[in-house]
Structure formats: structure tokens, C-alpha cells
């Protein structure tokens, strides 16, 4: 018989432990405190199996003591599982404190009773089979009883506790902790039994213990219920958004969740969609059919969706089939997030046209295919775009894109592609006779008269190059044509330039140009070249000083070849401070020479407004020559005024307040105008003898009156005049009639060097 029982205990232990494993794995509180009970379970085995047959007296009592402290403990440990396992450990938490108080009181004593025997004592004695053991007697009852009251207290609460959950447990799990509740209280009831009567020779709570420990693993950890596993996917497939039909093996439809219903209408049968996904599967019997997945595109009663579909067999354990189902799972969503990254990737946000990079890929392929054919590419550019942002806002600059766009797309044909390649510039692929020059010319001047509620004019300039036979890419294509744009882009009348070749030509050149620039200047290539200035009886008076480039290769290399040049790469400003530093220093030489009389008129770009501090320039350059003002005199130009026009009417005042005289040099050309007579109070008018050229002989006297007119505004004004571009006699005899003080053109000098300029007017 105390083979049969050892043999129990190791196999329970064993079983109890292994399962145990699996708690140790896990980071869960409530399974750690599990842990902590089976832990006190194998301690109560062995100290009672051990209380009992040692032979040594004071070991037995103590083994006993071990027996009860441990007991207490795993009682406590089952409690608090309990209340974290239902979630209940707020509720219990000052009865959990009490209870760890009096525990440790509890344990305290039985640990003193083996020295003070105040509890229990041992007395060996033999079994009516005779096997020697130790027998436990009640020493002091006192003590024994607060240690059974107790555990009978702790025993009281984990059965009420179990008895609640029970009766607010769902029908799915009151199952196992009615089992739990029976194993406990039978295992708690022999406790109490055995502490009661300590005789016994065999300890049968031990067995109670385990094997509620083993359940309660086995609860814990493993056991779900069927019906809770048959509620709860019922439950997903009644909630879950992923539609769902099944079909029983004789391909019939015998079930299709709301989230289905939603996708085809609340209308549907079962029997409908039979059709519906035969149909999905090309009409293929189910049962003859692969597994597979599929993208699919359903009209809803909510809009067009998009679905991925999958189609999935069930089989039985032997891996027949005994049916299938779909499973339609909604990316409208997603395909909608990536239909709007993919057209920001490609389109411009502004406009909604293609942005540089689609264009190009666009414009590329079909270039491939058609490159025998006949195409254009029309890009646009808006002069002064950046004046317009600074002048009124960038809202107002997007607005304007945003209607320039509406209106190019308006006379584009259907097949043009149409982009915004940067900033303002706009570009378009089209089939040559499907260009309509008349229709575009009106968009343009559609756009002209956007903002003419705030008196300004959107001048838009194109380029057009044609694609035939080109094996060049898109992107230098549109270079092409925006090379083209370059070149009208300061003639205000003409609005489309056609690439010619040209055009690269110069484009080569203007490169070269730029990147000779630093040498040339370092080494003094450029040149400062005088024009004189003339009193109407021939008298030199000053002159005007402009810029010859005198290359060791190329030779002289007129202004207007590299002048635009450097305006548009940003270097003009610097070769301006080479010619202002060379005219003042000529100036100081003449002063030394006793010819102070003499001035020279040096020009301001709108660059040099944009890139130097002026004032600073051109006072430092007259203290550093010792030179005077009034001989340094200063000529600007409606067009470089025109940014920060109230800046620079201050900088105008405080050059004058200084000693500087100001002159308005081309004034009759292009589209000057009165304005610029009304805000700037220039010292010298310079006009332009072009006015007069190329006109009608019905027109000449007209034009002479203008002038006239001009010349006597100016004197109105106490505004100096001096004319320029003077070729012929009549025209000086007509103009000193008019009142023109000074003269300068080829009738009396063209521009030379200085060398020839003082030799030719200071030597005579």
C-alpha cells in the first residue's frame, strides 16, 4: 500500500510539473502567481510525505510545521490566482492584505513550534498493518485552532470566490469552474479533515491538491470550449467588413454574411450568388476549380469598389472535399490611396496638368514610336513671373496658373499632352496640323488681361520646336524650345519663335562666353570704349562709356553679342564695376591733365540694382580718384527701376544729394513712358534718335512735333537734353533748332578707344 502511494505522488507531482512548464514561458501575472502555487503544492507534498516517516523527532515536528506554514501559503496563492484570474483583484485587495499579514504572524509561530512545541508534538507509533510512523498531538489547542480557523477562512473565500463565478460565468465556461469548484472544495474539505485528525498514516488531500492544480493548468492554458470556438467565429463572420459565402460540396450556397450583403444589396438570395461566383470563375464548376486569388470590380449599391477575392476548399480529415467559399476582402480604399499618390507623383497640384517628370516619360515613348511624324513641342515662359509673385502674392501667382491652365486646356486638343514643367513654364505635345496658331494667339492674349483689374500685363512668350526625325531626348527638346523663348523674350511684339539650329549655335556661344567670363576680366580683355558727347557748335564735352571685348582668339567681340549674355547669368554687375572703376580713374588722370571740364556717363543695369550697394559703389569709387561727383554721371533706364520702385527712388535722391547728376538714358525707345519723368527727378533726359527712324513719310512731321514736344518738356522740367544716335546734319541742324543741348552719334564719333578718343579730341 506505501508503494501504491509513493508511486501516486511521484506521477501527480510529475504531471502537475510538467504542465507547470508551460507557465514558466509565459509573461503573464496571473500565470506567475499560478507558478507560485504549484510551487507551495510540491512543497506541501514533500514536507508532509516527510513529517511522516522520518525518523527523527525534532525533523518530524519540523517537516509538520513546514506541512501547515505551507498549506496557509498555497491557500493564499490560490486566492489571489483566483482574484486575478476573474479580474477581481481591485475588490479583494484589503482582504488580500489582511490575509499576507496574518499569514506571515501564522508562519512565524509553527516555524518557533519545533523549539517551543507550543502546537504540535510528534509521538511515533505503528499502524494496525505495523508500520512505523509519526502520530501529530495538539499541544496548547489555542494555537492549533487560530491556525485551522484560519486556513478555514482563507478555504471560506476561494470557495465563495469560485461559487460567484460560476453563477456570472456564460453557459460556455461555467463548465470548468464548476469542476474547479468541486476539486478545490473536496481538496480543502480533506484539509481540514486531516489537520483535524493528524493520525492518518496516508495524507489523500495531497492527491485532491494536484490534481486540482492539474485541471486548473489545464483550464488555464489549454481548454476552449467548442462552443465558445463555434460562437466566436459565428460572431467575426457576422462583424467582420470581409464578405463571405460558403457552398456546401454540391456547390450549393448555404450561407453569406451581412458584410457580403452590403457588397451586392440586401436583396440577394443564397441561389444568387451561385451565379455571381461560377461567374468569377469563368464559369468553372466549384468543385473542379484551384484554389486562387483575384482582383475584382463590383458596382454596390454605395459606388464602384474594388475587391480582392479568394476562393478556398474545405476538406475533411481525409482530404476530401466537402465544400468552399469566397472571401471578398474591400481595397477601394487602399486603391484610392494609391490612385492619389501615384497622380501627385505624376501631376502638378496647382494646375492638375502632368508635372517635368511625367511629361518627359510621356513624351519620350511616344516620340519612339512617331519619330517620323510630325509634332511640336510649345513651351511658355511669363516675363518677369518673380516680379509678379513680389508685386502682389504667390495666392495671386498660383491663381494665375491655375486660369492659365483652364484656358490652354480649353483650345488643346483632346490627344495633347499638357504639363507645367516649373514655376511658369508650361509645355505641350501635339500633332503639328492639330496646332491652331490663331486659336493659341487668342489664349495668349486671354491671359494678357488676368490681372487687368490691377493694371498689370501678363506678357507670355513660346517656343516651339518641331520633333520630326530628332533623336534627341524630351527633356533636351523642351530645352529647344524654351533656347527659342530666349530669344524674343525682351520684344514685347512678337509672342512664338520656332527652333532653328541655329539657335544652338549661339546657345554654344553664350556658354562659352560665361565660362571665359573670370579669365577675361582677370586679364583685362574687356575694354572701356568712349562715344563723345557734342555741343551743338562741335565742342566735346564728355563722353559715354561702353565696353568692347578684345579676345586673343576670336578678336573684338561687339556688346551685343555678350552683353545680354551676362545680364542673364548674373555677371553683368561685375563687368559694370570693371568700366565704372575705369572711367573714374580716366576721369582723374584728365583732372591731372587740367581737363576737369570733361565728363563721362557710365550705365546702370537692373542687375546692378539687384546685386550692389550703389551708393557705397560710387561714393567710394569718386573719394578713392579724388574726382567730383557732378563728372561721374549716372545713366539708368525705365526697366531697371522697376523692381522696388520705392527703393530705388530713394536711392536716387540720395546719389543726387551727394553731387551725382542722373540721367534717363533711351527715353523714346521701346515703351518708355511719362511715368518715369513724373518720379524720377533726373538731371539729364537722353533721347533716342530710333524714334525717328523706319516711319512713314506721312508720319515724320507727326514724329517731329513728339519730339519737339519732348525737348521742350524736358526744359520745362530744368531737365539737360542730350540726343543720341545723331547720323546726319539735317538731323543735328532739326534738333539744335528744337533745343537739344548735346549730341552723340556717328555723325560726330563713333565708339573708339581711349587711346583714339584723346588723341582724336583732347590732343587737337
Not at 527659342?484 to 553664350?510: C, G, H, P, Q
Request: aromatic fraction near 14%; proline fraction near 2%.
Amino acid at each position: 500500500m506505501l508503494t501504491v502511494y509513493f508511486v501516486g505522488i511521484l506521477i501527480f507531482l510529475g504531471v502537475m510539473n510538467w504542465m507547470a512548464f508551460g507557465v514558466v514561458k509565459r509573461k503573464s501575472v496571473v500565470l506567475k502567481t499560478l507558478w507560485n502555487v504549484v510551487l507551495f503544492i510540491n512543497l506541501v507534498v514533500i514536507s508532509s510525505v516527510l513529517s511522516t516517516f522520518i525518523p527523527n523527532h525534532f525533523a518530524a515536528v519540523f517537516s509538520r510545521s513546514v506541512h501547515y506554514i505551507t498549506t496557509q501559503w498555497m491557500l493564499f496563492y490560490v486566492l489571489l490566482f483566483f482574484e486575478r484570474y476573474t479580474k477581481k483583484s481591485e475588490d479583494y485587495k484589503y482582504v488580500r492584505r489582511i490575509t499576507f499579514v496574518v499569514s506571515i504572524i501564522n508562519s512565524v509561530s509553527l516555524l518557533l513550534n519545533p523549539f517551543f512545541g507550543h502546537i504540535v508534538i510528534g509521538e511515533w507509533t505503528q499502524s494496525i498493518s505495523g508500520m512505523s510512523f509519526w502520530e501529530f498531538i495538539n499541544v496548547k489547542p489555542g494555537y492549533y485552532i487560530f491556525h485551522f480557523i484560519y486556513i478555514t477562512i482563507l478555504s471560506l473565500f476561494i470557495f465563495l470566490s469560485l461559487i460567484h463565478r460560476v453563477v456570472i460565468a456564460s453557459q460556455h465556461t461555467r463548465m470548468k469552474y464548476m469542476t474547479t469548484l468541486v476539486l478545490i472544495s473536496s481538496s480543502i474539505l480533506l484539509e481540514v479533515i486531516a489537520s483535524y485528525r493528524s493520525e492518518h498514516l496516508y495524507d489523500y488531500p495531497l492527491f485532491a491538491y494536484m490534481l486540482s492544480m492539474i485541471l486548473i493548468i489545464y483550464y488555464a492554458l489549454c481548454y476552449v470550449t467548442k462552443s465558445v470556438v463555434e460562437k466566436t467565429l459565428t460572431q467575426i463572420m457576422l462583424e467582420t467588413d470581409i464578405g463571405t459565402v460558403c457552398f456546401d460540396a454540391e456547390e450549393k450556397c448555404i450561407y453569406a454574411n451581412d458584410a457580403m450583403k452590403k457588397i451586392y444589396g440586401e436583396k440577394m438570395k443564397l441561389n444568387d450568388y451561385e451565379e455571381i461566383c461560377k461567374t468569377d470563375l469563368f464559369g468553372v464548376s466549384l468543385n473542379k476549380q484551384i484554389e486562387k486569388s483575384f482582383e475584382k470590380e463590383v458596382v454596390t449599391p454605395l459606388g464602384k469598389r474594388y475587391f480582392d477575392v479568394s476562393f478556398r476548399k474545405l476538406k475533411d480529415e481525409h482530404g476530401n472535399d466537402i465544400g468552399c467559399y469566397f472571401l471578398y476582402q474591400d481595397k477601394t480604399a487602399f486603391m484610392k490611396k494609391a490612385l492619389d499618390d501615384c497622380y501627385r507623383l505624376t501631376h502638378d497640384e496647382i494646375t492638375g496638368f502632368y508635372n517635368r517628370r511625367r511629361f518627359i516619360e510621356i513624351v519620350d515613348k511616344n516620340h519612339r514610336r512617331h519619330r517620323d511624324d510630325e509634332y511640336y513641342i510649345v513651351c511658355t515662359d511669363i516675363k518677369d513671373f518673380k516680379l509678379l509673385n513680389d508685386l502682389f502674392d504667390r495666392i495671386t501667382g498660383n491663381d494665375v496658373l491655375r486660369r492659365m491652365s483652364e484656358i490652354f486646356a480649353e483650345i488643346m486638343p483632346k490627344s495633347a499632352v499638357c504639363a507645367r514643367l516649373q514655376s511658369d513654364r508650361f509645355a505641350f505635345y501635339l500633332k503639328k496640323d492639330e496646332f491652331n496658331r490663331l486659336k493659341y494667339l487668342n489664349a495668349i492674349g486671354t491671359i494678357s488681361k488676368l490681372l487687368a483689374e490691377k493694371d498689370y500685363q501678363i506678357l507670355v512668350h513660346t517656343g516651339i520646336y518641331e520633333t520630326k526625325g530628332c533623336e534627341e531626348s524630351a527633356s533636351t527638346m523642351c530645352d529647344r524650345a524654351h533656347m527659342a523663348i530666349s530669344l524674343i523674350k525682351e520684344d514685347y511684339n512678337k509672342k512664338i519663335s520656332f527652333y532653328d539650329k541655329k539657335f544652338l549655335v549661339t546657345a554654344l556661344r553664350e556658354k562659352r562666353y560665361t565660362s571665359e567670363f573670370e579669365v577675361a576680366l582677370s586679364k583685362r580683355q574687356f575694354k572701356m570704349y568712349l562715344q563723345a558727347q557734342v555741343t551743338p557748335n562741335g565742342n566735346v564735352c564728355g563722353a559715354e562709356a561702353l565696353v568692347r571685348w578684345i579676345h586673343p582668339e576670336s578678336g573684338l567681340i561687339p556688346p551685343y553679342e555678350f552683353i545680354s549674355v551676362f545680364e542673364k547669368s548674373g555677371l553683368i554687375h561685375k563687368l559694370d564695376l570693371f568700366i565704372w572703376e575705369e572711367a573714374a580713374k580716366k576721369l582723374a588722370e584728365w583732372k591731372k591733365e587740367g581737363r576737369d571740364d570733361l565728363h563721362i556717363s557710365v550705365n546702370i543695369s537692373t542687375k546692378d540694382f539687384q546685386h550692389l550697394d550703389l551708393f557705397a559703389t560710387f561714393t567710394n569709387l569718386v573719394r578713392k580718384y579724388g574726382i567730383s561727383p557732378q563728372k561721374l554721371k549716372l545713366e539708368i533706364t525705365e526697366s531697371s527701376m522697376m523692381l522696388d520702385l520705392e527703393k530705388q527712388l530713394l536711392l536716387i535722391d540720395k546719389l543726387q544729394n551727394f553731387g551725382f547728376d542722373i540721367e534717363i538714358d533711351d527715353f523714346g525707345s521701346g515703351y518708355s513712358s511719362l511715368n518715369m519723368l513724373k518720379s524720377i527727378h533726373a538731371n539729364v533726359l537722353k533721347l533716342d534718335m530710333g524714334f525717328l527712324r523706319n516711319i512713314k513719310e506721312v508720319d515724320a512731321l507727326r514724329a517731329k512735333d513728339i519730339l519737339k514736344s519732348t525737348v521742350n518738356l524736358a526744359k520745362v522740367l530744368k531737365m539737360t537734353v542730350i540726343t543720341e544716335g545723331v547720323e546726319t546734319l539735317d538731323q543735328v541742324e532739326f534738333l539744335t533748332q528744337a533745343g537739344s543741348d548735346y549730341f552723340q552719334g556717328y555723325y560726330f564719333a563713333k565708339p573708339i578707344s581711349v587711346g583714339d578718343f584723346e588723341e582724336k579730341f583732347l590732343k587737337q
